[in-house]
């Protein structure tokens, strides 16, 4: 039996379509997001998907600095997410008041 593995797609490539496709249906969205570098937590809304780049506008990030300004994260930076869809639970708001 012969088998052509040329005509299957990869399991990765399966993985990052979907990943893709999630965050496409979750532009307008709220999202959180934990990476493992710099600036590693952030929170704010999709903007657009460029590619496997996320365009996010962030409202939230460790440093006050860096919020407020538009930032391209790359799928494969992000370890944990959560979007915020119609319905589902909402991201809570950090701020240094509580």
């Known amino acids: 039996m012969h088998n052509n593995f040329s005509t299957f797609r990869s399991i990765n490539a399966i993985h990052d379509a979907a990943l893709e496709d999630h965050f496409r249906e979750g532009i307008g969205f709220k999202v959180f997001?934990?990476?493992?570098?710099y600036p590693f937590?952030?929170?704010g809304q999709i903007v657009s998907l460029i590619e496997d780049h996320i365009e996010l506008m962030?409202?939230?990030t460790h440093f006050a600095q860096l919020e407020n300004r538009t930032w391209l994260v790359h799928i494969?930076?992000?370890e944990v997410f959560y979007i915020e869809?119609?319905?589902?639970?909402?991201?809570?708001?950090?701020?240094?008041?509580?």
């Not at 997001?33 to 570098?37: A, G, H, M, V």
């Not at 869809?85 to 509580?98: E, H, K, Q, V, Y």
């Open 58 to 60: 962030v409202e939230t």
């Open 76 to 78: 494969h930076n992000i």
């Open 33 to 37: 997001i934990l990476t493992p570098s």
């Open 41 to 43: 937590m952030l929170i």
């Open 85 to 98: 869809f119609p319905g589902g639970p909402r991201i809570p708001a950090l701020n240094d008041m509580a």
